[in-house]
């Protein structure tokens, strides 16, 4: 992995967990081998703060991280197009969010451990509404 920080460019050892030693970076660069990025904060060996993550496979997540996992208000997007943008807890989709898949549909509502939990509403391309109530990313009520 490479690291670029604001004294320059060093390549480190990280046996493939993607940690960096030094206790505190504000802004830093890691540059995984597969070619994957994350740029933002790094405090005390973690990803914390703002960042942003690209995976190769044109993934990519830029939002706030706490210990290295998605914590916070972040859009997740996906290779084919489809995105969440919203909160995050522990690395889950949790809290207030909208999904819109690749086809354009949408949910704007309540999350709860990735998946569909509490009020919501769901509006196809059609036009086509759903808004009521969802348990465990089904429709409830």
């Known amino acids: 992995m490479v690291v670029v920080t604001s004294r320059g460019r060093t390549e480190i050892n990280t046996m493939g967990n993607g940690k960096r030693t030094r206790e505190r970076e504000k802004v830093i660069t890691f540059i995984w081998a597969d070619g994957s990025t994350y740029v933002g904060d790094f405090v005390s060996g973690e990803r914390t703060g703002t960042g942003v993550k690209t995976w190769t496979s044109g993934i990519k997540y830029e939002g706030q991280y706490i210990n290295g996992q998605f914590h916070g208000s972040g859009k997740y997007t996906w290779a084919d197009g489809s995105s969440y943008n919203g909160y995050w807890k522990n690395g889950n989709m949790e809290g207030r969010g909208i999904h819109i898949d690749s086809k354009g549909n949408v949910y704007n509502g309540q999350w709860v451990n990735d998946k ?14 759903y808004e009521g109530q969802y348990q465990n990313n089904m429709k409830h009520g």
């Open 116 to 129: 569909k939990h509490g009020t919501g509403t769901f509006t196809w391309t059609s036009g086509d509404k």
